[in-house]
């Protein structure tokens, strides 16, 4: 995405969205890895993939809220690192991609569900949704709405990408009978 924003708005924009960008991924640091460690637990037995997913699911949105209200409340005071400019060009961006961590961590507990299940063509048409949806979204947000585009991308392709594909994952959660069960 950051080179996205290189060919679209220049390099100057696109190094205050890389700082953001790097935020961010520090951020989503805590899905994946809720994600990873559920990963490793469901392997142990099919049975229990959707309990250990509502668990996951929970512990990252709270281990998250604090960090996104942090971004969100004070997000242009930790950019001022960088100078003023910076935090008033870059914040903006700052904020609509904190709020985008909620659908993304649906989206990477859902891919979690989906590689215990094997399940490898919900996890490429989830990728190549939200990356499509990135990439046109951006080039057509960012001639009109500057660097906030490419967060309105992001969170849209997001919460497209939770909302089409989270029911598939988190339906009626039939769970196999566990051994020694019915």
Known sequence: LPLVV?????????????IAW?????????PVAVATSFLAEGSHGMWEIYSGA??????????????????????DK?????????SDETVGVLRILAFSTFPLTINTISLGIW??????DLIAALG?????????????LTPHLGLPGVGWAWLSAQGAGAIVFA????RA??????PGIG
């Open 173 to 178: 959660q039939k769970i196999p009978n566990s």
């Open 167 to 170: 029911p598939l994952v988190w």
């Open 54 to 75: 509502r668990a996951s699911l929970k512990s990252a949105f709270l281990l998250l809220t604090p960090g996104v209200l942090i971004l969100l409340l004070a997000g």
């Open 78 to 86: 930790l950019l001022l690192v960088m100078g003023r400019e910076y």
């Open 6 to 18: 290189v060919s679209t708005l220049g390099a100057d924009t696109a190094g205050h969205f890389y």
């Open 128 to 140: 190549m949704m939200v990356a499509g949806i990135t990439l046109i979204l951006t080039y057509a």
């Open 22 to 30: 790097l935020i961010i991924g520090m951020v989503n640091a805590v």
């Open 115 to 120: 590689k215990l299940e094997k399940r490898l």
